[in-house]
């Protein structure tokens, strides 16, 4: 599909929920008090015997109907940074568990890269929290990227997640030398504990693809392959 295709798509779904706000007394039932929620997971492996650690962090903090979002997620083997990134949106409520994101987000390694991004941001059925977003980079390369997580409760403290991430490249992306297709991808299972709401360990198991051509920049490694981590999650 061409890159004009894929964006006016994207904006046509975005622009459905925008003429379809939803039931007619969800605004009553909010107020412009500010509020504010931030998440952070912090967790480490043993690879090839090699430390390797990552943060991912991420939080809001507005009213009901503007919210200011940010996240940052990155990792390091043995003491050294190989990948970070950090994003800054604003996001507007359109409808009942519904917001229409759009921000900057400036990749810091492995390579410096910085991208215009949009898209939407909420609750689907089932309970699956859902972000569609697009993403055009400063060299002009566009992108889609679609995250989704369910949280199961197998009792009041102890929940699983099942959740993953899929990255497509509508054009080559030359700041990373990736050919268009798909690009990194990654599904997950997550049991934490939570010991009070926030404060939780937890263990989780990962499958990652990274794109072959992403391999040179960071120094080598395995295209795919499973993760085995511990970690914490704090909730302020």
Do not use: C
């Not at 967790?43 to 943060?55: G, I, K, L, P, Y």
């Not at 991420?58 to 200011?68: I, N, P, Q």
């Not at 102890?158 to 050919?179: Q, S, Y």
């Amino acid at each position: 599909m061409r890159s004009g295709s894929t964006i006016a798509v994207l904006a046509l779904v975005v622009g459905s929920f925008l003429l379809d706000p939803g039931p007619a007394n969800a605004q009553h039932m909010m107020d412009n008090a500010v509020f504010h929620y931030s998440v952070l997971d912090v967790d480490a492996t043993r690879v090839n015997e090699e430390m390797s650690s990552r943060w991912d962090a991420a939080g809001w903090v507005g009213t009901d109907f503007d919210r200011l979002w940010w996240s940052t997620n990155g990792e390091g083997v043995d003491r050294e940074l190989e990948s970070a990134e950090v994003e800054l949106l604003y996001g507007r409520y359109v409808r009942t568990f519904w917001d229409v994101v759009v921000g900057y987000r400036q990749r810091i390694e492995p390579v410096s890269q910085g991208y215009l991004t949009f898209g939407l941001m909420g609750l689907a059925p089932y309970w699956f929290e859902v972000a569609l977003m697009g993403a055009v980079s400063h060299r002009g390369a566009p992108s889609l990227q679609l995250e989704a997580e369910n949280d199961l409760f197998v009792s009041q403290r102890l929940i699983v997640t099942v959740g993953g991430e899929l990255d497509w490249l509508i054009t080559d992306d030359d700041g990373f030398d990736l050919p268009s297709g798909v690009g990194a991808a990654e599904v997950g299972l997550r049991a934490r504990y939570e010991i009070r709401r926030k404060f939780a360990p937890y263990l989780d198991l990962t499958w990652e693809r990274v794109p072959q051509a992403r391999i040179p920049i960071t120094g080598g490694g395995e295209a795919s392959g499973f993760r085995l981590g511990a970690g914490l999650r704090l909730i302020y």
